[in-house]
């Protein structure tokens, strides 16, 4: 199946600072990227619906300025946390779906796990 | 905005036996499709299976098999034959077929414990 990579997979930052997560699809491109958080022991929750070449759709309550994402080509999108607090602290996921193909599944990232000391 | 249900938290299962796991959504559209998808421990997400809703024939992938209500918007996950491995959460989900962009909208999980 396609491979989405997520990177890192899990990182500690310090309060205040910003932290990037990378999503790259290895082997088709992906028109669309969605990134999810999850709590623990909790379903995805989605944030926002990146288009390559666009500003990314951010659900209600999502911080965009908090929550920086980028698509800039097809194949990447990233996530960038900006001024992080120990609230931000959760499981990031990044999924992509295969362009012209109703209803494909969707392909998920490692995942990445946020702690901000 | 379409929603999913997983009314139940946590199940148990003997191996090599039989578990289902429910499912509900809600939806006005008529054409979409629905996903299985499994978390284990290493938190990476692994699609089990999927199924049309304008395919009348549930999907079965090996041990895996789905029990799809269309008019009672119930899609059901039935493992046979339970092994050690098959122990994640598991995540049902809802994705519109209008167009390639939509978005996939979960369920809260059912955690499958397989007992030993």
Redesign the interface.
Known sequence: ?AVVSQHPSRVICKSGTSVKIECRSLDFQA??M?WYR?FP????M?MA?S?EGSKATYEQGVEKDKFLINHASLTLSTLTVTSAHPEDSS?Y?C?A??????????F?G??T?LTVV | AQTVTQSQPEMSVQEAETVTLSCTYDTSESD??L?WYKQPP????I?VI?Q?AYKQQNATENRFSVNFQKAAKSFSLKISDSQLGDAA?Y?CAY?S?????N??Y????T?LTVIP
Not at chain 2, 97 to 101: D, E, F, L, P, S
């Open positions: 199946g028109t669309t969605f999850q022991k909790q379903s995805l989605l619906t288009n499981f996921i999924s779906s295969f362009p012209g193909l109703k209803g494909t599944e969707a998920f490692q995942g796990r | 979409y499709y996903f290493s938190r990476q997400m699609l999927r049309e959460m995540f994705r077929a209008r167009n390639t962009g978005q996939f979960f369920g809260t999980g955690s």
